[in-house]
């Protein structure tokens, strides 16, 4: 049987790192991500880029899928910039940090989710996931670039819900319940922090399985809330 084939963002790290240990004994993975991620596994094909440059990055893909006249079937987008390691306040916010929030937060998804959406499309049925954050749906003190981006994120993604009710393409996001223990979330911690009530990336991988197997059937438009 032939193996759906999967867009990852963020593939590397965290939870876009969790989900790729999770799916790429189903699908075929193509796997974004500055680093190589540790992944030894034949279904893993790996697209070096930064997400701060997206369209080098769509190029990229749709070469592959096209040089190997590959169906696509989902993408998932797991990569995140917090912008500072520290919060502070507003007026401390440098525009470098905005810049690089919005363009990797929001930008990349546009970019990627615009070029991509056509060969979605093609298919009987095919999904979008991205994670979105409560930083975006409530206040975010000492955190409010890094909320309007989130805030952008989620516009896009239920407006894009929304647009494509009628579609064979299910968009659903996908929130964490509480904090969840990353690469980024430990650089902004002290180093002797006890991450007591904090859940693990893992948390991530049945979710993001089921989703894979019925391709979204039935939940586009959904916020699913992971714990």
């Known amino acids: 049987m032939t193996l759906p084939t999967v867009v990852l963002t963020g593939a590397s790290a965290g939870i876009g790192f969790a989900t790729l240990e999770a799916l790429e004994s189903e699908a075929r993975v193509i796997a ?15 697209v070096q880029g930064d997400l701060r440059a997206p369209e080098a990055i769509a190029c990229s ?31 401390e916010t440098r525009e ?22 056509p060969l979605l499309s093609r298919r009987r049925r095919a999904f979008i996931v991205a994670l979105t954050s409560d930083a975006g749906t409530q206040p975010a003190p000492e955190r409010i670039a890094y909320g309007c981006s989130k805030a952008a994120s989620y516009a896009l993604f239920a407006g894009l819900a929304a647009e494509l009710s009628a579609s064979s393409v299910s968009v659903i996001q996908m929130m964490p319940a509480g904090q969840v223990v990353t690469r980024g979330m430990r ?41």
């Open 32 to 46: 974004v991500s500055r680093t190589r991620p540790a992944s030894s596994h034949a279904n893993c094909v790996w």
């Open 61 to 91: 893909i749709v070469g592959l899928l096209q040089s190997n006249d590959e169906p696509l079937d989902g993408i998932i987008h797991c990569a995140v910039s917090y912008g500072s390691d520290q919060r502070h306040p507003f007026v």
């Open 96 to 117: 470098a940090e905005w810049d690089e929030l919005m363009d990797v937060n929001v930008r990349s998804q546009f970019i990627l989710t615009q070029r991509l959406l």
């Open 187 to 227: 650089r902004r911690r002290p180093a002797d922090f006890a991450f007591v009530g904090y859940s693990p990336p893992e948390i991530f991988r049945e979710p993001m399985l089921r989703i894979l197997r019925n391709r979204g059937e039935g939940l586009n438009g959904a916020c699913l809330v992971v714990q």
